[in-house]
């Protein structure tokens, strides 16, 4: 796509495509939507058949599971406390969304859902949707004296609760632009540097010796982008459980 | 920019199966797969509070046979150091009445010895008395023609008196 026309479209890998001929173009199944499919069958495959074996002292994919589990169980119990064992189902599982979309991505010829504003979005929403109920389901009405810190002067009240609320609906925002700036940045930066390759290739004798240079910075790039990767879906999922702690502990 | 262009019901779609396919995932994750790991991980750790709990009966165990085998080590010492002062003691008294009984008899010995020996004396020097007395009256006869008998015996015995020997 990129080169074709000799210019640089970066923007064309985000281009949603319809799958699964006519069945998945009436349904609106796109290889977003597989790529989404794809990586809940790589999690529930590395979790099941990690632990399939049931070792007491584990093999090599079984430390994976295990450690990936642990990880995460030990994000939720430093950040919410005890409580946090209700949420470990759902932070797991959007931890490991996010990474094996971020992760897929890097792929050839593959998609990256986390990518698309409105899945990282969707997201953000489930999130802020569950911390809200939470917070409503366990403290009621004194949810709201979350706006106001208690011991602030009344006098400052105007300005502190609007402050608060602008703070707290911004939340879903801040979460959901964070991971899609990162993953489109990252991939315009490999298609733009991938594209110089093979423009700069074509200039004649001295050309491909040109051409080592985007591709030198393109193989850093992806290693920067692994680490993005792994960053982002830690970042998403730290944040979620800060949210949560919050929504349990008010403060 | 693709992501932005709202008017594409594929980025409706893609929302919609977004929550399908992340519905499934937090299905399977919460009802199968996490229970899975849990389990294998309460299973390791159940494994190990036990080893560890055999191991520190199996050590509690070996402290008390050790405390044991001390204590029956110190009443042995004990028990041995209390028979070798009695049998000690029971020799040196042993001991002690053999040599009394030995000094006794042979005081008793010497003393048999001792009146023996005066007995031998008493009769040599009774011999002796009558030797002298024959002797002197012998003499007395071939000198003066005759003896009384009585001023001889009477000066032998005053002789020998003399002399310091009764």
Not at chain 2, 55 to 80: I, S
Request: overall charge neutral; some cysteine.
């Amino acid at each position: 796509m990129a080169a074709e026309g000799k210019t640089i479209d970066a923007l064309g890998q985000f281009e949603l495509v319809p799958v699964l001929g006519k069945v998945g173009a009436s349904v609106g199944f796109t290889q977003s939507s597989a790529h989404m499919l794809l990586a809940v069958g790589l999690i529930v495959a590395l979790v099941m058949y990690g632990m399939a074996k049931r070792a007491i002292v584990p093999g090599r994919l079984q430390a994976v599971t295990e450690s990936t589990y642990e990880f995460v169980q030990g994000l939720c119990q430093n950040q919410i406390g005890d409580e946090g064992k209700k949420f470990f189902p759902f932070v797991f599982a959007l931890f490991m969304f996010v990474l094996f979309g971020n992760l897929l991505g890097l792929l050839p010829f593959a998609f990256t859902f986390t990518s698309h504003i409105v899945v990282t979005f969707a997201l953000a929403m489930m999130v802020f949707v569950l911390i809200t109920v939470v917070a409503l389901v366990l403290h009621g009405r004194k949810f709201f004296g979350y706006f106001f810190p208690e011991g602030a002067p009344i006098w400052l009240a105007p300005i502190i609760i609007p402050v608060e609320i602008v703070s707290y609906l911004s939340r879903p925002i801040s979460l959901s632009i964070r991971l899609f700036a990162n993953m489109v940045a990252g991939h315009v930066m490999l298609k733009v540097f991938a594209t110089f390759i093979v423009l700069l290739g074509g200039l004649g004798a001295v050309g491909p010796f040109i051409a080592v240079l985007p591709l030198t910075v393109n193989v850093a790039l992806v290693g920067f982008e692994i680490l993005v990767a792994f960053l982002q879906a830690y970042v998403f999922a730290i944040l979620t459980t800060i949210y949560l702690h919050d929504a349990v502990h008010l403060h | 920019m693709p992501q932005l262009d709202f008017d594409n019901p594929l980025l409706i779609a893609q929302v919609v199966w977004l929550l399908i396919i992340f519905g499934l995932l937090y299905y399977v994750l919460s009802t199968y797969a996490l229970p899975r790991v849990e389990s294998v991980l309460e299973e390791r750790r159940a494994r190990i509070a036990a080893d560890l709990g055999a191991a520190q009966a199996a050590k509690a165990e070996a402290d008390a046979a050790m405390a044991a085998h001390r204590e029956a080590t110190a009443k042995a010492r004990a028990e041995a150091q209390s028979a070798i002062a009695s049998a000690m003691q029971q020799a040196q008294a042993e001991a002690a009445a053999r040599s009394e009984e030995l000094n006794r008899r042979l005081a008793q010995q010497i003393q048999e010895a001792e009146q023996r020996i005066a007995a031998a004396r008493d009769a040599a020097m009774g011999a002796l008395r009558q030797v002298s007395t024959e002797t002197a009256e012998s003499l007395v006869a071939k000198l003066a023609g005759r003896a009384d008998r009585t001023p001889v015996t009477a000066a032998v015995d005053r002789a020998l008196a003399a002399r310091g020997q009764a």
